[in-house]
């Protein structure tokens, strides 16, 4: 599996990563110690998750994916080392708000960190923007963290461009430590999020960039195509506004790299996504081992110049 440099982390990742959303949520433990088992054995080596991971599923609190992710690597610690574990902070854990105050980042990582069994996370993320606390305190908590060396690199997940300068300024003029990684919604659906000055920025300053959302919440895997077929998972409500002229436009742009290619939809949207400079990687993530294998598959997929152009201009 060929890997990219992860921004200027100092970490090489696969083309694509794994989402830890569904740890604890769509997948069970025993689920997800398989899934994670094929994911790393097929050569892939990101995992993403956040602290919030999954509060939204009915008797969660939060700490549910950490947790899961932590039981899987006690059991076999080897696998430390083969992987690159990217966490996220700042949602609210019961504060009632958005928070990257300085205490409760220095609250939050030790919990993320027993969560993961783990003496280090390597790449820690601002998971919202908060308006509340400057970006400053922010960043000197990352920096005592970075310095106690239980954090290797920085990040930030939905930052826009005005954000994201405002952080990298206070970072040059403080001496503090800049985001190295964005973590942004990006999909054949919905581009104007990352494109334009926010890429542009990232790709000026040598950020990875890895994005969440990448199949547009399953849509793009082409299983649903009405309203009728809203019903076939948890998250299918979550695509009808997807079903518009543009979204079938879509659809059939991938049906068509689909019949040339032989590849899935879903593998093709992925693939897609990997190959916009400036990007690093797509997230993504599966509940069975079919579709973990499609994964490893998209990850594996290089996309012909006219096959970008197919798809490019139908989600235009």
Known sequence: MQTRALGSTGFDIAPLVFG?????????????????????????????????????????AGGESETIIGNWLARDPGKRERVVLITKVGSDMGQGHVDLSEAWILEAVEQSLRRLRIEAIDVYLSHWPDARTPHAETLGAYQKLLEQGKIRSIGASNLDAAGLAEALKVADETGLPRYRVLQPGYNLLDRKTLEGPLLDLCRAENLGVITYFSLAKGFLSGKYRSEADLGKSPRGGGVKDYLTPRGFAILGALDQVAARTGAAPAEIALAWIAAQPGVTAPIASATSLDQLASLVRAAELTLSTEDIAILTQASA
């Open 20 to 60: 830890g959303n569904v740890f604890g949520w769509t997948a069970n433990e025993a689920e997800s110690f398989r899934l994670l088992d094929a994911f790393v054995d097929a050569g892939l080596n990101a995992i993403d998750t956040a602290d919030v991971y999954s509060s939204w599923a009915p008797g969660n």
